[in-house]
């Protein structure tokens, strides 16, 4: 590719660019077709129930499986893709394949989409996630639709619009990574979230950080006065579990817990006993 510099004489573009501009470069045009070359997949991580320990339900995480460089996270090409647009396409990929996978399991596991603000931006997300449910026959609360607080500083209107949209049609609105960022107290009573997701930054620092257990702590209180359930992610330890579940959480999600996993069942027949012999392992077979 060539361009005109600026005193009019034509030098190789690619030349000029730094190394990260060029793998940057790269990264974004194989992402335009990675859905239509099979790259990209889900992994599905529980979300466990903190008192019983029986799964809830499971959070879709995006996977793209690189040629030339094997199975690559999110936090390396998400940002990317939002700056590109092609979180777009990728977006809604992530919504139809979660939503359809889920259909298939067993009442009255959910399944946790996280959705970009990027994604929040489009005039019509609410209504494709409508036909998504539809398409799938997914009931919608069985959706939860994880969001973060960045979401909420671009349009604030039209993200108030498409999540009561979201939320008439039953779907449960949760906010991820609170704690972080901004953590606007403001936000939390202004957009109708059901649940708020403590950001795993402070599960890791629960153990050895007297501050960071009274965070949690405040948060979970803040939750149960607006009437949201907390759930805590990133619990690796069984010490860091056992001072969520003191302090009041709800739900619990982490490596201790489960990993990301492409076969949810699997680790569901493992875990199943893991937390709690006493649970009843009931009707939650997943039936492939
Ligand atoms: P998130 O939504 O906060 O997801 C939780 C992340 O924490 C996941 O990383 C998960 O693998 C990781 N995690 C879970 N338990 C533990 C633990 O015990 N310890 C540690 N250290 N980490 C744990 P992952 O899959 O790399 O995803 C990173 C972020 O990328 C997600 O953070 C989410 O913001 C974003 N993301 C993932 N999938 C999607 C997607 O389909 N669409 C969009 N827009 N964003 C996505
Ligand atoms: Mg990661
Ligand atoms: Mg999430
Ligand atoms: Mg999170």
Redesign the pocket.
Known sequence: RVKHGGRGKACFFDAEMDEATRARRLIESELRHAITRHQIHL?Y?PILDAHSGVISGY????RWNRPGHGIC???VF?PIAEESGS?VQL?EW?LQQACSEAARWPHPLTIA????PVQFMLPNLAERIETILEETRLAPDRLEI?I?EAALFRDRDRVMTTLQRLRSLGVHIVM??FGTGYSSLSNLRTFPFDKIKVD?SFTGMLEHDAAARSIVRAIIGLGHSLGMPVVT????TETQRRIVVEEGCAQV????LGK?DIEPSIKFAARRNFLSPTADADALQISR
């Open positions: 992994s991580q959070e879709a995480l995006m996270e999110p936090d998400i979180i977006g992530v989409v996280n959705v970009s994880e973060t991820d990574d795993r992610e990133g619990v690796e999600q982490g490596f201790l990301p």
